[in-house]
């Protein structure tokens, strides 16, 4: 079975942050997306979510490991959800799965670009007490 376009993304830019190819990693990005840096905390446009790659590998001592553990693509158009099981580790990091989130854009020459990157997903859901 034929892999789809956007876990092929999703694997560049796995690679792509692990060993800190940040020219790479920009490219899978939308002009205007958002990077859930941590739960409250975005970043906004392809600057931004540089920078904040940038400190990301410096907190993680420049050991971030990434993993996919289980994917699924809902596709409608030129719109695209993802729900993965992301796996975090790194020196000073237990692996971690989060229950990722991801929306893609398919962009006028066919290429699925990320818009929303949410390795947290639900838990930026803040309750209200």
């Avoid at 970043?43 to 971030?64: M, S």
């Avoid at 975090?88 to 398919?106: G, I, L, Q, W």
Wanted: with cysteine; hydrophobic share 40%; net charge negative.
């Amino acid at each position: 079975m034929d892999r789809h376009p956007i876990e092929i993304q999703i694997e560049r830019a796995d690679t792509a942050i692990v060993s800190e190819d940040f020219d790479t990693l920009m490219g899978i990005y939308t002009d205007d997306a958002i990077l859930v840096v941590t739960p409250g905390v975005n970043a906004c446009g392809k600057q931004e979510i540089r920078e904040a790659f940038e400190k990301i590998a410096v907190y993680f001592k420049n050991g971030l490991k990434l993993a996919q553990n289980g994917m699924e693509i809902l596709e409608s158009g030129d719109t695209a959800l993802v729900l993965a099981n992301t796996v975090v580790s790194a020196p000073n990091y237990p692996p971690t799965e989060r229950k990722a989130t991801y929306v893609f854009h398919k962009s006028v020459s066919g290429n699925w670009l990320c818009a929303i990157d949410n390795s947290y997903g639900h838990e930026v859901v803040q309750v209200n007490a």
